[in-house]
C-alpha cells in the first residue's frame, strides 16, 4: 500500500463550490504539507502542519483551509472554489529536520477541475 | 516565490547520453534537493546534498553544489528512455523552517 495517499484523485466541480481533497499518510511523519502545482509555476506552497495542533499558511493559503484531524491526516478545503484554482494538488509528509533533513514523500496527486 | 531555477526548462537527448541540469538559488541554504516526477504524478525524492557537502553519487546520478555561486547540477549518465521526466531542484533556506521551496522543473525527454 502506498505511503501517502489522496482521495479523490480526480475531481470536476463548479464555481462557487465548496470542495474537501484529504491526504492519509502511514509514515509516521508528524510534517505535512499541500502543494499545487500548475503548469511552468512548479510547486506552491498552500498550508503546512508541524504537528497535530500546528498549522502554518504557505505562500498562497487565500481560499484555502485545512485541517489536522489526526497525526495521520491532513485535509485541504476550498471554502468557495474559483476557476483559478484549477490545478493538481499534492499532499507531502516529512519526518522531523534531524532524523530525514527534510526529505519529502508525495502523495500521487489530485487533479481538481473548477468550471 | 520559487528560491531555485533549473536551467534548462527543457531538455532532450538520446538513450545513452549524458544529461545535465542546473538549479541556482538566491540565499544561502541548509541543502538541497533533486526530485523527480513522472508526468501528473507524485515526485519522488532523488538526492539530497547538505551545504557542507560539495558532490554526491547515486548510482547514476551525481550532484555538485558550489556555494560560493549559489548553484548545483544534476548529473545524469548513460540515460535511457525511463529517466524522462521533470526534475525539480529543493532548497532549504538557512535560518528557515526547514521546508523546501520548489523550482521550477527541467523536462527532459530521453529518445530511445
Known amino acids: 500500500d502506498a505511503d501517502v495517499t489522496q482521495t479523490p484523485r480526480n475531481r470536476i466541480t463548479k464555481t462557487g463550490k465548496r470542495i474537501m481533497l484529504e491526504c492519509s499518510q502511514t509514515?509516521?511523519?508528524?510534517?505535512m504539507y499541500w502543494y499545487r502545482q500548475d503548469p511552468g509555476l512548479g510547486l506552491r506552497l498552500i498550508y503546512y502542519?508541524?504537528?497535530?495542533?500546528?498549522?502554518n499558511k504557505g505562500e498562497i493559503s487565500d481560499g484555502y483551509s485545512v485541517s489536522r484531524q489526526a497525526q495521520a491526516k491532513f485535509s485541504l478545503s476550498l471554502e468557495s472554489a474559483i476557476p483559478n484554482q484549477t490545478a493538481l494538488y499534492f499532499c507531502a509528509t516529512s519526518g522531523d529536520f534531524e532524523s530525514s533533513y527534510n526529505e519529502q514523500f508525495f502523495g500521487p496527486g489530485t487533479r481538481l477541475t473548477v468550471l | 516565490s520559487q528560491q531555485g531555477e533549473e536551467d534548462p526548462q527543457a531538455l532532450s537527448i538520446q538513450e545513452g547520453e549524458n544529461a545535465t541540469m542546473n538549479c541556482s538559488y538566491k540565499?544561502?541554504?541548509?541543502?538541497l534537493q533533486w526530485y523527480r516526477q513522472n508526468s501528473g504524478r507524485g515526485l519522488v525524492h532523488l538526492i539530497l546534498i547538505r551545504s557542507n557537502e560539495r558532490e554526491k553519487h547515486s548510482g547514476r546520478l551525481r550532484v555538485t553544489l558550489d556555494t560560493s555561486k549559489k548553484s548545483s547540477s544534476l548529473l545524469i549518465t548513460a540515460s535511457r528512455a525511463a529517466d524522462t521526466a521533470s526534475y525539480f531542484c529543493?532548497?532549504?533556506?538557512?535560518?528557515?523552517?526547514?521546508?523546501?521551496?520548489f523550482g521550477r522543473g527541467t523536462s527532459l525527454i530521453v529518445h530511445p
Open positions: 540565499t544561502s541554504i541548509n541543502n
Open positions: 509514515k509516521g511523519h508528524d510534517r
Open positions: 502542519s508541524f504537528d497535530v495542533k500546528d498549522i
Open positions: 529543493a532548497t532549504d533556506a538557512s535560518g528557515g523552517s526547514y521546508i523546501p521551496t
